[in-house]
């Protein structure tokens, strides 16, 4: 099992932030089973203000160009993610079209 760890801002806008937070409280199944069959065995997000963090616990053979591949193939998928970008902004120094990106580890307890 392998752990990756992603950032994405929200816009900064309270309500904004309040309806991301609830619609993450009830996920279309459709998104869970999207995310099991790419091998994320689990997936935590966390927010302070309007930064997000994201933990991913993945399968060994995961890959994030598969996921995407199998992501822009699913319009569920696709349809959760346009909504999300309702809500989310991508941080000051990503491309076009870049939200959630990767985290380089810089220290280990163990």
């Not at 991301?20 to 199944?29: M, V």
């Not at 959630?100 to 280990?108: H, K, R, V």
Request: aromatic share 12%; net charge negative.
């Amino acid at each position: 099992m392998n752990r990756l760890c992603f950032a994405c801002d929200l816009i900064s806008d309270p309500e904004l932030i309040d309806a991301y937070i609830k619609r993450h409280q009830s996920i279309w199944p459709e998104i869970t089973e999207s995310l099991k069959e790419a091998g994320i065995i689990n997936m935590e997000i966390y927010n302070i203000e309007n930064r997000l963090f994201m933990i991913m616990e993945v399968e060994a053979h995961f890959s994030l160009y598969k996921k995407a591949k199998m992501d822009a193939g699913n319009d569920k998928v696709q349809e959760w993610e346009a909504l999300m970008w309702k809500y989310q902004q991508k941080l000051p120094w990503a491309n076009e079209g870049e939200k959630w990106l990767p985290l380089n580890q810089i220290y280990s307890l163990q």
